[in-house]
């Protein structure tokens, strides 16, 4: 069993930056690859980037590439999403989700196995 909170959302203008964190309860978090999904309001949620359990493969959708960077660190349970150059179609609630394998699938909502509650971004033009 995971659980995932996430936080470090919030308001701000574009072109601007955010760091969102995900923390993790469980030891065995340095098992699973981790993702970020988002959610606009009227919107599917569509995935964002992912990582695996080393932090040594990441994997982003196209939209976000050169701008958002996924990291983890395994010591403190924690996996960050880094968002530069917000623009405000980047607003949206931004999940973390946890997936006990790497491999097809990543980018599909459906594979991961546990979730966070959501954490707001508003980008403001």
């Known amino acids: 069993q995971v659980q995932l909170v996430e936080s470090g959302g919030g308001l701000v203008q574009a072109g601007g930056s955010l760091r969102l964190s995900c923390a993790a309860s469980?030891?065995?978090?340095?098992?699973?690859?981790m993702g970020w999904f988002r959610q606009a309001p009227g919107k599917e949620r569509e995935f964002v980037a992912a990582?695996?359990?080393?932090?040594?493969?990441?994997y982003y959708t196209d939209s976000v590439k050169g701008r958002f960077t996924i990291s983890r660190d395994n010591a403190k349970n924690t996996v960050y999403l880094q968002m530069n150059s917000l623009k405000p179609e980047d607003t949206a609630v931004y999940y973390c989700?946890?997936?006990?394998?790497w491999g097809a699938g990543l980018d599909v909502a459906a594979t991961y196995d546990y979730w966070g509650q959501g954490t707001q971004v508003t980008v403001a033009s």
């Open positions: 469980g030891r065995t978090f340095r098992t699973y690859a």
């Open positions: 989700a946890a997936d006990s394998a």
């Open positions: 990582i695996n359990w080393g932090g040594t493969s990441t």
